[in-house]
């Protein structure tokens, strides 16, 4: 059975940062590229970035609006992904989720999603 | 970046009704779109992907169709556990969603 369990989300100040875990099972973690989508409270979704495989040099991207904020990790020994956030802002409240891309790259697997709050 | 644009925004439907989503995007993106469903307090989930190809275990009454800038999502019998928002979403360049179709009991 297919698992992906986020965890680290909480309430944390403006300017601050906060580092979520996504926990895989169930699939080939590491031939897989990882992404992460958030969604604020009644809102639609919006990719946020995405880390590729060690096959692909785990490169990196990520949306306008988090560029030079977050980082996305990952360590395939332990079968986890990472996003790592920084300078958090109000809006970037939010459910995060992580979800799964192999080939095509649509997203096939999601999490259940951790919810980050930021503020004072 | 590509904007995906779905209409209506919502869509009221009697249960065994045929429910039709639309999707649009700002420049052609081929194939590459996707359907997701998704309930309240639940993770989105792959209906359609390739514009027509559905997802394991999702039943025959969703099905795709489209490719370059227009695209539809058909539910060809409304049943109860169909209520939700469906979102589309482009993979040909990145990734963008659109805004979304909440379709809603009649």
């Known amino acids: 059975e297919v698992q992906l369990v986020e965890s680290g989300g909480g309430l944390v100040q403006p300017g601050g940062s906060l580092k979520l875990s996504c926990a895989a099972s169930?699939?080939?973690?590491?031939?897989?590229?990882m992404h992460w989508v958030r969604q604020a409270s009644g809102k639609g979704l919006e990719w946020v970035g995405r880390?590729?495989?060690?096959?692909?040099?785990?490169?990196?991207a990520y949306s306008a609006s988090v560029k030079g904020r977050f980082t996305i990790s990952r360590d395939d020994s332990k079968n986890t992904a990472y996003l790592q956030m920084n300078s958090l802002r109000t809006d970037d409240t939010a459910v995060y989720y992580c979800?799964?891309?192999?080939?095509?790259?649509?997203?096939?697997?999601w999490g259940q999603g951790t919810l980050v709050t930021v503020s004072s | 970046e590509i904007v995906m644009t779905q209409s209506p925004a919502t869509l009221s439907v009697s249960p065994g009704e045929r429910a039709t989503l639309s999707c649009r995007a700002s420049?052609?993106?081929?194939?590459?779109l996707a359907w997701y469903q998704q309930k309240p307090g639940q993770a989105p989930r792959l209906l359609i992907y390739?514009?027509?190809t559905r997802a394991t275990g999702i039943p025959a009454r969703f099905s795709g169709s489209g490719s370059g800038t227009e695209f539809t999502l058909t539910i060809s019998s409304l049943q109860s556990e169909d209520f939700a928002v469906y979102y589309c979403?482009?993979?040909?360049?990145?990734?963008?969603f659109g805004q979304g179709t909440k379709v809603e009991i009649k």
């Open positions: 979800t799964r891309s192999y080939d095509p790259p649509h997203f096939d697997y």
């Open positions: 169930g699939f080939t973690f590491s031939g897989s590229a």
């Open positions: 880390i590729r495989s060690k096959a692909n040099n785990y490169a990196t």
């Open positions: 390739g514009a027509s």
């Open positions: 979403q482009q993979y040909n360049n990145w990734w963008t």
């Open positions: 420049q052609s993106v081929s194939s590459s």
